[in-house]
């Protein structure tokens, strides 16, 4: 029930306005159009906005573009080999060869079936609607609720590092199970952290062509810029976590309580800046915190043991970078285990954007 609200929760204002674009889209065609039924018109809108986001207006264009290309197939194979099998078949494979994402293909191939299925008129029909539900969609996602890159990019840097903090704290109890109950961990803890990396990435995309595309960004790309910056230390930070808990999958029992108790230490840091990252006091208590953490690794001894902690610094000097160390001054503080180290101010008052979602560290 707990996942469930947060799913109804978290997709509500999106799935409501689907559902006004639909209706509004069915009214204007069966207003506007000499439709007996106008279905294609509100099935296109909420295909169209049925992605995040931040990739609704490109989506719109995609479904807007399969279909005139399925039509145009689906006209010409109706008119060199009329109705049939083989008519549908070739003008599916030509509509799909037309190629670009999944979408515009699968829009294409209907397009081409119920071009050949209903004859021209159904085509033409079809592109209208097309077009119809395409420009609703448009409206909907570009002017009346344009994307927000900035508060997509924080949404997935929480998200990300809500998900890092319960990868690690699932590590830290596998390290506290027997042999026979960790057999099965590791890719447990690894496939969240896979998937919330790319979904990172996947918004990075998509916040890059937002900016290219919305009139209202081109002239405030600077600080979209800055925290895309931002996002490219998180798949550093991921790719540490991901290290660290490899390794410490494979340490025998002596070494374990150790290495448990450093990585569910940086499990809650993550966890707290997650929920809370725009505070200062929040990220200096993570930097002392993290410094904490590997002041008394060992750096000499067997060699995996050694190999798992030096995994534990490579994490905690990328936390650091994340609440705004230098680079250079975070791996100096790590290998000097010292107590502070300079923070830089978030840019462009990082992380106050109305509208972020924030996480608690281990939930909604």
Same mark, same amino acid.
């Given at each position: ?7 109804? *929760? ?137 994307? *927000? ?7 997935? &840097? ?87 808990? *490899? ?83 975070? &791996?100096?503080?790590?290998?000097? *285990? ?27």
């Amino acid at each position: 029930m707990h996942e469930a609200w947060r799913r109804v *929760r978290e997709n509500l204002w999106p799935v409501l306005q689907q559902a006004v674009a639909a209706a509004l889209s069915w009214w204007i065609a069966r207003n506007a159009f000499d439709h007996h039924v106008p279905l294609f018109a509100p099935i296109a809108t909420i295909v169209a906005l049925n992605t995040p986001v931040g990739g609704r207006g490109t989506n719109a264009v995609r479904v807007l573009s399969g279909v005139i290309a399925g039509v145009v197939v689906g006209q010409l194979a109706f008119r060199f080999l009329g109705h049939g099998a083989p008519s549908v078949g070739v003008a599916v494979l030509c509509a799909l060869l037309v190629g670009g994402e999944r979408i515009t293909m699968a829009q294409a191939a209907v397009g081409a079936v119920i071009s050949v299925a209903a004859g021209q008129q159904a085509g033409i029909d079809r592109v209208e609607d097309a077009l119809l539900g395409a420009g609703v969609a448009l409206v909907f996602s570009q002017l009346l609720f344009p994307p *927000r890159p900035l508060v997509l990019l924080r949404n997935a &840097e929480a998200a990300t590092l809500d998900g890092l903090s319960r990868a690690l704290e699932l590590t830290a109890r596998a390290l506290d199970e027997s042999d026979e109950e960790r057999d099965a961990r590791p890719w447990n803890e690894l496939r969240p952290v896979y998937a919330l990396l790319n979904d990172l990435g996947r918004t990075r995309d998509e916040t890059i062509a937002v900016v290219r595309r919305t009139p209202h960004w081109l002239g405030g790309q600077e600080s979209v810029h800055q925290e895309i910056a931002s996002t490219k230390r998180l798949d550093l930070l991921g790719n540490s976590c991901l290290t660290l808990i *490899r390794g410490a999958a494979a340490l025998d029992t002596r070494h374990r309580q150790a290495i448990a108790h450093a990585v569910r230490e940086l499990s809650g840091l993550l966890g707290a800046l997650a929920a809370a990252p725009a505070g200062p006091a929040v990220r200096r208590h993570v930097s002392r915190r993290t410094l904490a953490v590997v002041k008394g690794a060992p750096v000499a001894g067997q060699a995996l043991p050694v190999a798992v902690w030096e995994s534990v610094r490579l994490v905690s000097q990328d936390v650091l970078v994340c609440v705004g160390a230098d680079p250079d001054e975070a &791996e100096r503080a790590v290998r000097e *285990r010292a107590t502070e180290v300079p923070l830089q101010a978030p840019p462009n008052s990082r992380w106050s954007v109305p509208g972020l979602r924030r996480r608690s560290p281990h939930g909604p």
